[in-house]
């Protein structure tokens, strides 16, 4: 679609990326720096301008949709009325479909008002939006969105730097069950509050685990990043944010790998694990049989674009 087409149809349609955590979860909401990468599938978000605000969505928590628009609005004072419609393959398995909707929306809302994309202005707008939901989200999942592929992303900056990692040899698996981020990051800080010492030093070593990861991860030394995920699902089982589901998942499968892990906030959702190529398919049985279900997906080198 040309630049003119869009003016005349008043409408805009972006697709953002999913995300999955690599490293450091939980450790990046205190500060930290953590890996996590865009994924191959996300949603798509169609937005022209109407008589009446409508959403029509395939995501049924609207709370990220309104909170989009709404930031936006009072971000650049534009009110006019839209009509958002969302498309997503990736609600309910804990790959960062609020953070992508978020983005995607952002990003769409201001094409339709014709205000030049500017990543920091995204990011800023759809990390607000986020996080008057879900207030103590890192923002990690909305950079992965809006940059695509391998990203380190610091806690505390919220700075983003893109590694050149465009594919390695990982699978995901869907526990069934879906995480509640917020209660599972209000219990961490729980524990912190409890045992501060403690679950300080454990963000400490995750975030030597993270550093470690990331050289691993760039000269394709695979034991070595497998051991890191492995350690760093230790130290996430020590947080308390794992549950004898996805204990069960990853013992099993961690029999065929160089190292597997939760991705991201821990009590149910997703599991990653970084495979031997020859192994492949008895780390999906592994999976299967242990009752997680693989999610075929690559890395997608792209965050958020008009489509
Ligand atoms: O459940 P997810 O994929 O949104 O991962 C959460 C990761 C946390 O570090 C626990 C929270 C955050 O916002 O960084």
Known sequence: MGKNTRKRCKKFRTWAPGKVMLLGEHAV?????????????????????????????D??????????????????SQHSPVSISIKSDISGFGLGSSSAVTVAIVSAMMGIHGIPWSFDT?????YQAVKSVQKNASGYDV???????????????????????????FLVGFTGYKADTSQLVEDVSQKRKANKEAVDTIFADISRLVDNGKKALLQKDWVSLGKYM???QQLLEHLGVSTPVLDAI?????????????????????????IKKKEKKNTIKAMEESGAKNLPMTISPKGVHLI
């Open 29 to 57: 909401v205190y500060g930290y720096s953590c890996l996590s990468f865009a994924i191959d599938k996300g949603v798509t978000v169609t937005i022209s301008k109407e008589e009446s605000d409508r959403i029509t969505s």
């Open 59 to 76: 995501v049924a928590d609207t709370r990220f949709t309104i909170a989009a628009r709404e930031t936006f609005r009072h971000y650049f």
């Open 122 to 126: 995204i990011f800023e707008i759809a």
């Open 143 to 169: 950079a992965t969105s809006l940059y695509g592929g391998m990203i380190e992303f610091n806690g505390e900056t919220k700075k983003v730097k893109q590694l050149p990692v465009s594919t390695f040899p």
């Open 230 to 232: 492995n350690e760093n």
């Open 250 to 274: 990853i013992k099993r499968v961690k029999e065929s790998v160089f190292g597997v892990k939760i991705a991201g906030a821990g009590g149910g959702d997703c599991i990653i694990a970084l």
